[in-house]
């Protein structure tokens, strides 16, 4: 089975960056990434240009 990676991660995570577009309640943007690094996994917010790290990948989908 193949898993598409870069757009399950779309769906789970959301930016770190509480100044970003994607966390404005008015705003219509959805959180999308760009993948930098998959070992270790380094996303990049396609908004806000902040990194996402593993262990922050992590804490998010542990909740
Ligand atoms: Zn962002």
């Given at each position: ?12 995570l959301?930016?770190n ?16 990434f ?9 996303l990049?917010c396609?908004?806000?240009?902040r990194y996402l790290t593993?262990?922050e990948i ?6």
């Amino acid at each position: 089975m193949r898993i598409d990676l870069e757009s399950i991660l779309k769906k789970l995570l959301k930016c770190n960056n509480l100044n970003c577009i994607t966390n404005q309640p008015r705003e219509e943007a959805k959180a999308k990434f760009q993948i930098k690094s998959v070992e270790p996994i380094i996303l990049q917010c396609y908004y806000c240009e902040r990194y996402l790290t593993e262990n922050e990948i992590l804490k998010q989908l542990d909740k």
